[in-house]
């Protein structure tokens, strides 16, 4: 069993920045991949970006690129989220997830909602115009 907190959601401004964090809690943290999530409003959850359990290789949707930036801290069982440059279109409930699968070395299957096994309850962000 895993257990997932997010925090760090909150209102900004085009142009600013956030950074989410999500705390797991249960199985060893350094075990398993972690991947963050998206929903925005009437829409459906989207892939964000994706980190291997030792932070190997971090596949990232396109339309994040150059501006969101994934990483894990393995010794406080804490995965984060740097939003930066954000735009409105960035509005959504942001979720963070944990795959205990075994490692794939394919960055696609990091894609799918269906391969995480465990999720957090989300935070939401808003990016005003």
């Known amino acids: 069993q895993v257990q997932l907190v997010e925090s760090g959601g909150g209102l900004v401004q085009t142009g600013d920045s956030l950074r989410l964090s999500c705390v797991a809690s249960?199985?060893?943290?350094?075990?398993?991949?972690m991947g963050w999530f998206r929903q925005g409003p009437g829409k459906e959850r989207e892939f964000v970006a994706a980190?291997?359990?030792?932070?190997?290789?971090?596949p990232y949707a396109d339309f994040v690129k150059g501006r969101f930036t994934i990483s894990r801290d393995n010794a406080e069982n804490t995965v984060y989220l740097q939003m930066n440059s954000l735009k409105p279109e960035d509005t959504g409930v942001y979720y963070c997830?944990?795959?205990?699968?075994?490692?794939?070395?394919?960055?696609?299957?990091?894609?799918?909602?269906?391969?995480?096994?465990?999720w957090g309850q989300g935070t939401q962000v808003t990016v005003s115009s």
């Open positions: 997830a944990a795959d205990v699968s075994p490692t794939s070395f394919s960055d696609s299957v990091y894609y799918r909602a269906s391969r995480y096994d465990y």
């Open positions: 249960g199985r060893a943290f350094n075990t398993y991949a």
């Open positions: 980190i291997r359990r030792l932070g190997s290789r971090t």
